[in-house]
């Protein structure tokens, strides 16, 4: 874009020296602030105490309860009350945590398989923070059981169902040009559907995300950014002149991608969401979970249903739209972490509507000088219902 | 005490239910270990092998300038003399100040106190003595000494009832009346708003001896029951004998065999609306707020509400460690327990 500059400006010295006197001059108020305090008063007459609890980790006879400091100052964990018991805590590495800092709270106490605890972790400045196990159960260990059993949940709710998916491609190869454009327009309308479920997952993860690190800034960051990166690589694609069929794979494997962190986030809050007990993961959540995703693989293919993919292609589409299920599982399920979460969810959200964006156009281009025809239109509606009605069958 | 869980949700339980046996076995068999054991000196942190017993360490007595332990035997008979007309004169100095106090290890509580200590003296006197305490307010906030038993208005210690209702901060108001009728009462500030003012730490017990004293006993004690709401949301965090949480359990109160005991007990806790005392492994004679000297009922366990307060007397048979606590058992594992260590 920039063979032609009419006029070179060269970096010289005095220009790097402008560039920084602004920075000189800030440094020097920062310093003088803080050796004066700049004549301000301000300090906070009471201390605002904030502390983040992470997670509980129950064993036996020992509760665990990891707490991060997201308060301006350092505190000091004083006492712990379960159940109306004053209990005996052991904090490490120190009941006193610096900004930012985490520590782990251990109370031996013998807790009972299935009953719920109210923990009160009382600070120094006897400020409450309040923890509730509504039904308590050994904590799953990572080890080889849990660790299979997570990738079991990944397989059934990510791989399987993208995979019976995929399946449909010798039958749906048949169709007329008209069946294929409403194909991808209710694939459109999939994506619409999961890219509003992941934001609106990312915004609730994001009341959970400590203050200090902007849950609501990490959604923008991770979702504008995605999507713009991911367009600047399709836009390099387009000039790169390949043939419609190589864009169009390229265009599935994108898809591939955005379900992909669609399903890593899916996979992280399954997770978590069994470790603490909020879902049972009974037969019929799985079957709900194999119904609504199967259409996620519908969705991958209708871009490339009019080629010829290789199976190794569809195999390998196949494993990047479900297997980080798998994935979102064992992170979930050891190490959960909301900041975390609410990242990977931003990404999916841009991932999947920048992928609309494309599929948009590849619309628009198979059906070129037409106003939006009731095939788009009805595509689009029947994606979105698809996800809801099978929603029902989760939610 | 606080609301406890809002909902427990046994929908989810539905596919879990198998494995909770074996929990329940745990526990039992863990409280069948502590039985085999019973002569375990003071329980105090954690017990790694026998399970888990509720309570805290010590906190810094010194730098709260009290210790429960000395509260328990201290009577003030304040300073003595002799009026014209020969009846006794005791006059005793309370002044009002505030103060961090050490509640539970890492916890200060910004008490209110009369003298520097929750409670505050104990005031001990003879029916017909004439009382004179001067109570000096070296606090932020006004401030009263409101005692039960009779006396006349204007030393009522209650707002709009003259000087003596609201002591303004730097000011002094001297409180004067003879003192009757015998038994145990209290004594608390009355100033607006109330709950906050009591909760706070102004409190104390006021003993009346009747003419020729009570019957004479080997131990006398003083246990004045409250609690403290350190997070300020009207209701209490923590509860105690004489201030400190879990104290007498840390620090057990030695008496003997065949040795009578005679408790002094005051239920001063705000926001709850009962306390208790139960005995273990004893009855006791009991005499509610002690205007009799013939007891009221033979018993273990009594029940006060706020201000109510009563005379307890036992004999241990047995040496070995005897539990007190209240028998409201939230109360007793968020401190108000104790133990007597019963020797030969």
């Given at each position: 874009m920039t063979q032609k500059t009419t006029e070179t400006t060269r970096f010289t010295f005095r220009t790097l020296a402008l560039l920084l006197i602004p920075i000189i001059l800030l440094a020097g108020v920062i310093s003088l602030f803080l050796s004066?305090?700049?004549?301000?008063?301000?300090?906070?007459?009471v201390p605002v105490e904030a502390l983040t609890i992470e997670r509980y980790i129950l064993k036996d006879e020992l509760i665990e309860i990891y707490v991060q400091n997201t308060s301006l100052q350092e505190i000091t964990i004083a006492q712990a009350i379960i159940n109306s018991a004053v209990c005996p805590i052991e904090v490490t590495p120190?009941?006193?945590?610096?900004?930012l800092g985490r520590a782990v709270v251990r109370i031996n106490y013998p807790w009972n398989y299935g009953e719920a605890y109210a923990i009160t972790l009382f600070t120094s400045n006897a400020i409450p923070f309040n923890l509730e196990i509504p039904v308590a159960f050994a904590t799953s260990e990572p080890n080889s059981q849990s660790f299979w059993s997570f990738a079991l949940i990944g397989l059934y709710v990510g791989v399987i169902p993208v995979f019976l998916g995929i399946f449909w491609f010798p039958a749906l190869r048949t169709l007329g040009k008209q069946w294929m454009t409403f194909l991808m327009a209710v694939t459109a309308g999939l994506l619409v559907f999961l890219g509003l479920d992941t934001i609106a997952e990312a915004l609730e993860q994001a009341a959970s995300v400590?203050?200090?690190?902007?849950g609501i800034g990490i959604i923008g960051i991770g979702a504008v950014a995605t999507f713009l990166l991911l367009d600047a690589i399709s836009k390099r694609q387009t000039e790169s002149g390949r043939d419609e069929a190589a864009k169009r794979l390229s265009l599935a494997f994108m898809i591939a991608i955005g379900i992909g962190i669609h399903n890593l986030g899916e996979g992280l809050a399954i997770g978590a969401a069994y470790n603490i007990g909020?879902?049972?993961?009974?037969t019929f959540l799985v079957v709900g979970f194999i119904i609504q995703n199967i259409t996620e693989g519908l969705g991958i293919i209708a871009p490339v249903l009019r080629d010829r993919p290789t199976l190794r292609d569809l195999a390998l589409m196949g494993l990047i739209g479900g297997a980080p299920a798998i994935f979102g599982a064992w992170i979930g399920g050891f190490a959960p972490s909301p900041t975390l979460a609410v990242l990977f969810l931003a990404i999916g959200a841009g991932a999947i509507f920048q992928v609309v964006y494309e599929i948009a156009k590849m619309i628009q281009k198979d059906t070129v000088?037409?106003?939006?025809?009731m095939t788009v239109f009805s595509g689009l509606l029947t994606g979105m219902l698809l996800l809801w009605v099978t929603g029902l069958l989760i939610k | 005490m606080k609301n406890q869980l809002?909902?427990?949700?046994?929908l989810k339980l539905g596919a879990l239910g198998v494995v909770g046996t074996s929990g329940v076995t745990a526990l039992a068999q863990t409280a069948g270990k502590n039985q085999t054991r019973p002569f375990t000196p003071p329980m105090q942190g954690m017990d790694h092998g026998g399970g888990v017993i509720p309570g805290t360490g010590n906190v810094d007595h010194e730098k709260n300038g009290f210790n429960p332990g000395d509260i328990l035997t201290d009577f003030d008979f304040g300073k003595v003399s002799t009026l014209p007309d020969g009846r006794t004169l005791r006059e005793y100095e309370i002044t009002v100040i505030n103060k961090n106090i050490?509640?539970?290890?890492g916890i200060e509580y910004p008490a209110w106190t009369y003298n520097g200590r929750i409670p505050g003296p104990t005031i001990r006197c003879t029916e017909g003595d004439l009382i004179r305490i001067t109570m000096i307010n070296g606090s932020n906030h006004p401030h009263s000494l409101h005692f039960h038993g009779f006396h006349p208005g204007a030393m009522d210690?209650?707002?709009?009832?003259?000087?003596?209702g609201t002591v303004e901060p730097g000011d002094s108001f001297t409180y004067e009346f003879e003192a009757e009728p015998f038994g145990l009462h209290l004594y608390h500030c009355h100033v607006f708003p109330l709950a906050r003012h009591i909760a706070k730490g102004l409190y104390g017990a006021f003993i009346i001896d009747p003419k020729g004293g009570r019957p004479p006993v080997d131990r006398e004690m003083i246990m004045v029951m409250s609690g403290f709401d350190v997070d300020f949301?009207?209701?209490?965090?923590f509860y105690a004998v004489n201030a400190i949480p879990f104290y007498y359990q840390n620090n057990p109160i030695k008496i003997r065999v065949g040795e009578s005991v005679r408790i002094f007990l005051v239920n001063i806790l705000e926001f709850d609306l009962l306390n208790s005392f139960h005995l273990h492994a004893n009855f006791f004679q009991y005499y509610p707020?002690?205007?009799?000297?013939?007891?009221?009922e033979f018993t273990d366990t009594i029940i006060q509400g706020q201000a109510q307060r009563g005379i307890l007397e036992f004999t241990y048979k047995f040496p070995g460690m005897y539990m007190f606590h209240a028998h409201v058992t939230e109360f007793a594992e968020l401190g108000w327990n104790g133990m007597f260590e019963v020797t030969e």
């Amino acid at each position: 874009m920039t063979q032609k500059t009419t006029e070179t400006t060269r970096f010289t010295f005095r220009t790097l020296a402008l560039l920084l006197i602004p920075i000189i001059l800030l440094a020097g108020v920062i310093s003088l602030f803080l050796s004066t305090g700049g004549g301000l008063n301000l300090e906070s007459p009471v201390p605002v105490e904030a502390l983040t609890i992470e997670r509980y980790i129950l064993k036996d006879e020992l509760i665990e309860i990891y707490v991060q400091n997201t308060s301006l100052q350092e505190i000091t964990i004083a006492q712990a009350i379960i159940n109306s018991a004053v209990c005996p805590i052991e904090v490490t590495p120190d009941a006193t945590i610096p900004r930012l800092g985490r520590a782990v709270v251990r109370i031996n106490y013998p807790w009972n398989y299935g009953e719920a605890y109210a923990i009160t972790l009382f600070t120094s400045n006897a400020i409450p923070f309040n923890l509730e196990i509504p039904v308590a159960f050994a904590t799953s260990e990572p080890n080889s059981q849990s660790f299979w059993s997570f990738a079991l949940i990944g397989l059934y709710v990510g791989v399987i169902p993208v995979f019976l998916g995929i399946f449909w491609f010798p039958a749906l190869r048949t169709l007329g040009k008209q069946w294929m454009t409403f194909l991808m327009a209710v694939t459109a309308g999939l994506l619409v559907f999961l890219g509003l479920d992941t934001i609106a997952e990312a915004l609730e993860q994001a009341a959970s995300v400590p203050g200090a690190f902007q849950g609501i800034g990490i959604i923008g960051i991770g979702a504008v950014a995605t999507f713009l990166l991911l367009d600047a690589i399709s836009k390099r694609q387009t000039e790169s002149g390949r043939d419609e069929a190589a864009k169009r794979l390229s265009l599935a494997f994108m898809i591939a991608i955005g379900i992909g962190i669609h399903n890593l986030g899916e996979g992280l809050a399954i997770g978590a969401a069994y470790n603490i007990g909020e879902i049972s993961l009974g037969t019929f959540l799985v079957v709900g979970f194999i119904i609504q995703n199967i259409t996620e693989g519908l969705g991958i293919i209708a871009p490339v249903l009019r080629d010829r993919p290789t199976l190794r292609d569809l195999a390998l589409m196949g494993l990047i739209g479900g297997a980080p299920a798998i994935f979102g599982a064992w992170i979930g399920g050891f190490a959960p972490s909301p900041t975390l979460a609410v990242l990977f969810l931003a990404i999916g959200a841009g991932a999947i509507f920048q992928v609309v964006y494309e599929i948009a156009k590849m619309i628009q281009k198979d059906t070129v000088r037409k106003p939006m025809s009731m095939t788009v239109f009805s595509g689009l509606l029947t994606g979105m219902l698809l996800l809801w009605v099978t929603g029902l069958l989760i939610k | 005490m606080k609301n406890q869980l809002s909902r427990r949700d046994f929908l989810k339980l539905g596919a879990l239910g198998v494995v909770g046996t074996s929990g329940v076995t745990a526990l039992a068999q863990t409280a069948g270990k502590n039985q085999t054991r019973p002569f375990t000196p003071p329980m105090q942190g954690m017990d790694h092998g026998g399970g888990v017993i509720p309570g805290t360490g010590n906190v810094d007595h010194e730098k709260n300038g009290f210790n429960p332990g000395d509260i328990l035997t201290d009577f003030d008979f304040g300073k003595v003399s002799t009026l014209p007309d020969g009846r006794t004169l005791r006059e005793y100095e309370i002044t009002v100040i505030n103060k961090n106090i050490e509640i539970v290890p890492g916890i200060e509580y910004p008490a209110w106190t009369y003298n520097g200590r929750i409670p505050g003296p104990t005031i001990r006197c003879t029916e017909g003595d004439l009382i004179r305490i001067t109570m000096i307010n070296g606090s932020n906030h006004p401030h009263s000494l409101h005692f039960h038993g009779f006396h006349p208005g204007a030393m009522d210690g209650v707002p709009g009832t003259g000087p003596g209702g609201t002591v303004e901060p730097g000011d002094s108001f001297t409180y004067e009346f003879e003192a009757e009728p015998f038994g145990l009462h209290l004594y608390h500030c009355h100033v607006f708003p109330l709950a906050r003012h009591i909760a706070k730490g102004l409190y104390g017990a006021f003993i009346i001896d009747p003419k020729g004293g009570r019957p004479p006993v080997d131990r006398e004690m003083i246990m004045v029951m409250s609690g403290f709401d350190v997070d300020f949301d009207d209701a209490n965090d923590f509860y105690a004998v004489n201030a400190i949480p879990f104290y007498y359990q840390n620090n057990p109160i030695k008496i003997r065999v065949g040795e009578s005991v005679r408790i002094f007990l005051v239920n001063i806790l705000e926001f709850d609306l009962l306390n208790s005392f139960h005995l273990h492994a004893n009855f006791f004679q009991y005499y509610p707020t002690g205007t009799s000297l013939t007891p009221a009922e033979f018993t273990d366990t009594i029940i006060q509400g706020q201000a109510q307060r009563g005379i307890l007397e036992f004999t241990y048979k047995f040496p070995g460690m005897y539990m007190f606590h209240a028998h409201v058992t939230e109360f007793a594992e968020l401190g108000w327990n104790g133990m007597f260590e019963v020797t030969e």
